[in-house]
């Protein structure tokens, strides 16, 4: 499709990407409430196999556009900008809904948890352990990829690859020690508001480190094909301000549900 226009906004071209996309995640979201009602995986693992080879081939779509086309004009990254900002904005409101509901419950615990909180059946994580040591992972990843930023604008890339290697590992690494310490974890998500709150607001934030770290590792193996340069790499930036919300609500969630409310 070529474009004649005399203006610097992209017109997309036509994709089938967009009708994919949500054909998978239909077929993801039915098949998980097959899973959970039936113990059979079929239907939701036909699900992520729709949605990752849409993300594969829609990125595909994107890098081409962008990098080869170079279709993305100074006031198209600057749309895209405005665009990853309002996204983080809504991730925000997303997490202060759990927040609220873990704060509305623990300032003013009914009678039903016995007034107080932690409620008494519930024996809390030690917070100098593991979510200590998660909160110093997550910090040290803030440096290691600002680390990473600095060096990309400085024309670097040795830099950048080796201090976005480690941010990688670093994510992959809470990731373990998040997964083992929901091993060992003395209640469940069904003991009470409190293990409700606790599991669904440190459950979608540790799904929102395996999300951050596979958009690095994207930016990683992009990097490495010399896809970014001083001036092109919107992309890796949208992962930069995307990793630094991600150890922001960590922040959070570390001082009120594992220090505060222990």
Request: charged content about 5%.
């Given at each position: 499709m070529k474009n004649n226009s005399n203006h610097p906004y992209h017109l997309v071209d036509f994709s089938p990407w967009p009708l994919t996309g949500a054909i998978g995640t239909l077929t993801l979201v039915t098949g998980m409430i097959k899973w959970f009602h039936n113990f059979n995986m079929n239907l939701l693992i036909l699900g992520y196999l729709i949605v990752i080879l849409t993300m594969y081939q829609w990125w595909r779509d994107i890098y081409r556009e962008s990098t080869l086309q170079g279709k993305h004009t100074i006031l198209v990254t600057k749309g895209l900008k405005w665009g990853?900002?309002?996204?983080?904005?809504?991730?925000?409101?997303?997490?202060?809904?759990?927040?609220?509901?873990?704060?509305?419950?623990?300032?003013?615990?009914?009678?039903?948890?016995?007034?107080m909180w932690p409620p008494m059946s519930i024996m809390t994580f030690n917070p100098y352990q593991i979510p200590l040591l998660n909160t110093i992972i997550l910090i040290t990843s803030g440096i290691t990829i600002t680390w990473s930023h600095h060096a990309i604008m400085t024309n670097n890339y040795s830099q950048t690859n080796q201090s976005l290697f480690l941010t990688i590992m670093l994510g992959i690494y809470f990731t373990i020690l998040q997964g083992y310490e929901y091993l060992e974890a003395p209640f469940t998500i069904?003991?009470?508001?409190?293990?409700?709150?606790?599991?669904?607001?440190?459950?979608?934030?540790?799904?929102?480190?395996?999300?951050?770290?596979?958009?690095?590792?994207?930016?990683?193996?992009?990097?490495?094909?010399?896809?970014f340069s001083k001036n092109h790499h919107f992309g890796f930036e949208a992962a930069i301000w995307y990793w630094h919300f991600v150890d922001v609500v960590w922040l959070f969630l570390y001082i009120s549900i594992y220090w505060w409310s222990n």
């Open positions: 990853m900002i309002l996204f983080i904005i809504s991730e925000i409101f997303f997490f202060i809904s759990f927040f609220w509901a873990f704060f509305h419950s623990s300032l003013s615990p009914n009678i039903e948890i016995g007034i069904a003991d009470s508001i409190y293990g409700s709150t606790f599991f669904m607001a440190t459950g979608f934030h540790g799904l929102h480190v395996i999300i951050g770290t596979t958009f690095l590792l994207i930016c990683f193996i992009r990097n490495l094909n010399n896809h």
